[in-house]
């Protein structure tokens, strides 16, 4: 039963995609499904009855009672670093949800789309590349991502597996630290990594851009500086500077 909207969850599995990072499974009874790209408020109540309420994106897309959160730790965060450390399988929290009908992906008549994520944004952006891949639609999807380092990426060993021909073109972009070997730039996202790795302007994909909210408004702005319509530019800020 739900009350004001929020549903009991209880943990299924707790996994290590990062240092920083955990995919959090939560089985959620009566949970209607979701779309690609959605997102879902989890509430966590103390002993004293203190609530906190942050909002994360779902890596999980489509019908069924079990969801997927990935959850980065910003470090002094209030419910961050509980989600990442101290959660364990059979733990409870409240979920509600599903949130959000703009940043979606729904398959077929989309044309190309183009994925661009800095760090734990990629969530969303995982839901929607395993979408389009179940839809047989994978050779329309690029995805740019973003991270600090090889060893910050959510998701790592699926992305790389998506990237066949057919599927999900992946470019990473490195902002401190390559992996050996390594040709490319070192540093954050700009107008030159957007020309080379996204599908352009002219081809008017639908981008999807998603990660701290510093990125992606550097981000949308170059983007339109190379001539994307702002109305092609669907944006979800994760806060933080
Ligand atoms: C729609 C939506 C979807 C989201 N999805 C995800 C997700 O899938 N995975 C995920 O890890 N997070 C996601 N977030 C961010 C999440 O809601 C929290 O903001 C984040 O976990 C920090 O919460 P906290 O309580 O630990 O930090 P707080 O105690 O709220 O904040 C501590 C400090 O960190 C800063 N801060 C807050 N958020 C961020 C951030 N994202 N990056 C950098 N600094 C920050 C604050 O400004 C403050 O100074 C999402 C946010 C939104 C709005």
Known sequence: MTVGGWRPARVSSVTT????????????????????????????????GYQAVRSY????????????LGVDEVPDGEVSPYLVQDVRPGDELEVKGPLGGYFVWRPGGEGLVQLVAGGSGVVPLVAIARAATDASAGASVRLLYSVRTREDAMYRDELEAFATPGGVELTWAYTRQAPEGWTGRIGRVDESVLRASVWSAELQPTVYVCGPTGFVEHVADALVRLGHSPDRVKTERFGGA
């Open 17 to 48: 995609a990062t240092p920083t990072a955990r995919l959090l499974r939560l089985d959620v009874p009566g949970w209607p499904g979701n779309e690609a790209g959605q997102h879902v408020d989890i509430r966590l109540t103390a002993e004293d």
């Open 57 to 68: 994106s779902l890596s999980s897309y489509g019908p069924g009672e079990s969801i997927e």
